[in-house]
């Protein structure tokens, strides 16, 4: 239950909204001391190499920033050397999460700040430390304002499956209760995420037989007959995969493929790398729908002493649907997929951050700064307002 909403909250959302701007395009007003620090933050993160798996000094750094804000923080193992970062001040246990990840997807790219153009990349300044950085601005200047009743989560492991969300929500040391609102940082181009798709992930592994190029007739070729199984995918995405008006069409990516030693030798094994987003439906249902649609291929590589299997990669989940009850946000609705499914609690959970997903895991991923001071501006408001509006809907029950 939230506390009182004090006459100072209130009149430092009004000011705070009076300074923000649902037109991407107005000028930022922040200070030049914050706006300094918030430049500086944002450079040292992107600065530390923190590609998944890799995360370690990244999260010593910020941990140790955190301290120097007079934060106290926590770290939870994930796996070796990788520590998600939990900050809070006074309260452990806090009603508003503030969150981001400060893995980055590969390879590594370079800071540069063009003064000129006031553009800012490197890997990591749209996806997502570009969110953290911010949010730690906004949260530090709310700290007093809301009592202290505010912490921040920094994750490892957002790009390859969300392991250290996973391993938060199953932290017996978490704090209770749960959280009532939860706002999340991803490159959203400075609007309010009204959901995203779901996904399912999965491999395709062919076993045939090896045999000498010149005589194919005495192997069964692995590239072959991936070949057919992808083509049976190909029909099932163009005519049979569920569809929905907020989402669109499910999608389906053929990520990575391999197979075969050499061009002499009929290929033994072959291999493919699939994620699917999903618009409608279940992960159980879409399951099925790519079971059925490989069973003819399976079923004809088996007489032939061969084995197709197909290799789920976790559970996946179903559409998202979040938050996007603040009226003077824009929204949208993403095709890409964020921790915010992983997290347990029931709790209000809003999606948002400067930048632009059609740039991210990209070699000229870059925003440019008054995005950067826009969403200090934005976490600010967000933040007041979702708390307001939970404490007004409190109040009705």
């Not at 209770?176 to 309010?192: A, D």
């Not at 088996?302 to 989940?317: F, N, P, S, T």
Request: charged share 20%; glycine share 8%; net charge negative.
């Amino acid at each position: 239950m939230f506390r009182h909403i004090s006459l100072i909250v209130l009149a430092l959302s009004i000011a705070t909204a009076a300074q923000c701007s649902v037109n991407p395009g107005k000028q930022s007003v922040i200070s030049e001391s914050t706006s300094a620090e918030l430049l500086y933050l944002h450079r040292k993160l992107i600065e530390t190499e923190s590609i998944t798996g890799n995360e370690r000094d990244v999260g010593q750094w910020l941990a140790a920033y955190l301290r120097e804000k007079n934060f106290t923080v926590e770290t939870q193992e994930v796996s070796e050397n990788r520590y998600n970062i939990l900050a809070h001040g006074s309260k452990r246990s806090t009603t508003i999460l503030v969150s981001s990840h400060i893995d980055t997807v590969p390879p590594y790219w370079p800071y540069y700040h063009n003064k000129t153009t006031d553009v800012i990349g490197g890997r990591g300044s749209v996806d997502a430390k570009g969110s953290a950085a911010a949010q730690i601005i906004a949260v530090q200047s709310l700290r007093e304002h809301l009592r202290d009743d505010l912490s921040l989560l920094f994750v490892v492991g957002e790009e390859t499956g969300g392991d250290g969300m996973r391993a938060f929500s199953s932290w017996s040391e978490r704090p209770q209760p749960n959280y009532e609102v939860v706002i999340f940082g991803e490159p959203t181009e400075g609007k309010l995420v009204c959901g995203h798709k779901g996904i399912l992930s999965f491999a395709l592994h062919v076993k045939g037989k090896a045999a000498h190029s010149g005589y194919p007739w005495l192997g069964v070729s692995a590239n072959d007959v991936l070949t057919e199984a992808l083509g049976a995918l190909l029909e099932l995405r163009a005519n049979g995969l569920p569809w929905s008006e907020k989402y669109g069409n499910t999608t389906m990516n053929f990520g990575k493929i391999e197979g075969g030693v050499a061009a002499n030798v009929v290929a033994e094994t072959a291999s493919a790398n699939i994620a699917v987003r999903l618009a409608a439906g279940t992960p159980n249902i879409v399951r099925g729908l790519i079971i059925s649609a490989l069973s003819d291929v399976k079923t004809r590589l088996e007489k032939l002493g061969g084995d197709l299997e197909i290799e789920w990669a976790g559970e996946g989940y179903p559409p998202v649907n979040i938050d996007c009850d603040i009226k003077s946000f824009e929204t949208l609705t993403v095709n890409y997929g964020t921790d915010v499914p992983l997290l347990a609690g029931d709790h209000k959970r809003y999606l948002y951050g400067p930048g632009s997903i059609l740039v991210a895991h990209s070699d000229h991923e870059a925003l440019k700064k008054k995005e950067l001071e826009q969403a200090v501006l934005d976490y600010r408001r967000l933040i007041l307002e979702a708390s307001r509006m939970d404490h007004q809907y409190q109040q009705e029950l």
